[in-house]
T-cell receptor
């Protein structure tokens, strides 16, 4: 069993729809959770960073963490064609320089105009 | 523009060649990383340097040799690679305080081994 599971997609939605992405994990020691966006042939860029269970909102993006269920989500409201990318979840156990992040495989999202 | 720059962006090398990938971070961070991204596989951590000392080597074959001469620069020396080593190699950096878990990636070096 992989430590972090993420549906590879592709997830295709019409412009303006809500995009819902999620990851499940098996290791309860994960404490810190991140979402990255990766455009084709580019490096991943950090979108959201969360620590505690609950919701965190940043513009059109909402990150949700449920540690009891070992489940994290990312919601994108009012999706735009520019949101078409691969979204990677990542998580780690400690907060220190040189820490190890464990990534999901990424979900490819396509927002159609 | 990213605070982590990688060169070259694209590299094609034969199995007997020796080449190097270079990474420079302009963010004042104190940890740097090499990750490998292959098609249909999650990002794989290869090496971690914290304060210029290697703190993790994730069972990477010796044909990959990292070097971290200072906190801003990181190299990945490549020799006698195999075709299955063709992938996107990503450099990243992070700071150990504040949101120390967030790492920032460069745009990657696309490597093709022929």
């Amino acid at each position: 069993q992989k430590e972090v599971e993420q549906d590879p997609g592709p997830l295709s939605v019409p412009e303006g729809a809500i995009v819902s992405l999620n990851c499940t994990y098996s290791n309860s020691a994960f404490q810190y959770f991140m979402w990255y966006r990766q455009y084709s042939r580019k490096g991943p860029e950090l979108l959201m960073y969360t620590y505690s269970s609950g919701n965190k909102e940043d513009g059109r993006f909402t990150a949700q963490v449920d540690k009891s269920s070992k489940y994290i989500s990312l919601f994108i409201r009012d999706s735009q064609p520019s949101d078409s990318a691969t979204y990677l979840c990542a998580m780690s156990m400690i907060k220190a320089a040189g820490n190890k992040l464990t990534f999901g495989g990424g979900t490819r999202v396509l927002v159609k105009p | 523009e990213t605070g982590v720059t990688q060169t070259p962006r694209h590299l094609v090398m034969g199995m007997t060649n020796k080449k190097s990938l270079k990474c420079e971070q302009h963010l004042g961070h104190n940890a740097m990383y090499w990750y490998k991204q292959s098609a249909k596989k999650p990002l794989e951590l290869m090496f971690v340097y914290s304060l210029e000392e290697r703190v993790e080597n994730n069972s990477v074959p010796s044909r990959f040799s990292p070097e971290c001469p200072n906190s801003s620069h990181l190299f990945l020396h490549l020799h006698t690679l195999q075709p299955e080593d063709s992938a996107l190699y990503l450099c990243a950096s992070s700071q150990g305080t504040g949101d120390g878990n967030t790492i920032y990636f460069g745009e990657g070096s696309w490597l093709t081994v022929v």
